[in-house]
């Protein structure tokens, strides 16, 4: 059965390198595609979701905007679950100041650069391992200017109240982009930050197989 995995903003399926899905699961990746001019992040989302062979049963998985967007394509594309990895299901989970910076359009003014350049010395400062850091570093890089900003702008304009079910969440105890605190995860990693998919893998693939075994149509003989 397929997994489809949806990464960050700005970001591409390097980011779940470190994954490992139980026997029975292949993971597959939603590979980010040009807005349109003005497109809402629900529109782009259907758009997305044409990735997804829906003739087989299979699940959606996001990190983070891309866990967003597995919310959203969750709602055309009915898959057996959705899991979304440092991230929220609904709009009133953001923090105001985001939904503040929407309506002041500040998503639109801010350089795609200058929000590369704070990236990459956050995570240059967070990640201890050297390899995890040349990563990040190779993934912002290559991120792509103009879709960082549309998809910044329609994150902070996001709209959305409808959670997809069955629901898994799993969510750093210190996530500095999406406060644990304005948020309700079902599975909670202790003192990690919003990237512990790259240092703390070990931990989301035991959840992983907790939550997927169950779902797999065979899983009575698996």
């Not at 919003?194 to 698996?222: G, M, T, W």
Request: proline share 6%; net charge positive.
């Amino acid at each position: 059965m397929k997994v489809y995995f949806t990464s960050g903003i700005g970001a591409d399926h390097r980011l779940f390198t470190h994954l490992r899905l139980p026997e029975g699961f292949e993971a597959s990746y939603i590979h980010w595609i040009p807005p349109l001019a003005d497109e809402s992040l629900s529109e782009y989302a259907i758009r997305l979701s044409k990735q997804i062979d829906t003739s087989e049963p299979f699940v959606l998985a996001g990190l983070s905007l891309g866990g967003i967007m597995s919310v959203e394509m969750a709602k055309h594309r009915k898959p057996l679950c959705t899991i979304i990895i440092s991230s929220v299901p609904v709009s009133a989970h953001l923090p105001r100041y985001y939904r503040m910076a929407g309506q002041l359009g500040l998503g639109k003014i801010i350089p795609a650069s200058l929000l590369k350049a704070a990236t990459a010395v956050k995570h240059s400062l967070m990640l201890r391992s050297a390899a995890n850091r040349r990563l990040m570093m190779d993934v912002i890089r290559s991120g792509d200017d103009h879709f960082i900003r549309w998809a910044l702008t329609a994150v902070l304009e996001w709209e959305n109240t409808e959670i997809p079910q069955p629901l898994y969440h799993l969510h750093g105890s210190r996530d500095e982009v999406f406060p644990i605190g304005l948020t309700k995860p079902t599975h909670v990693i202790r003192k990690a930050g919003h990237l512990f998919l790259l240092y703390n893998a070990d931990a989301v693939n035991r959840i992983l197989s907790e939550i997927l075994l169950p779902v797999h149509p065979k899983a009575d003989i698996i």
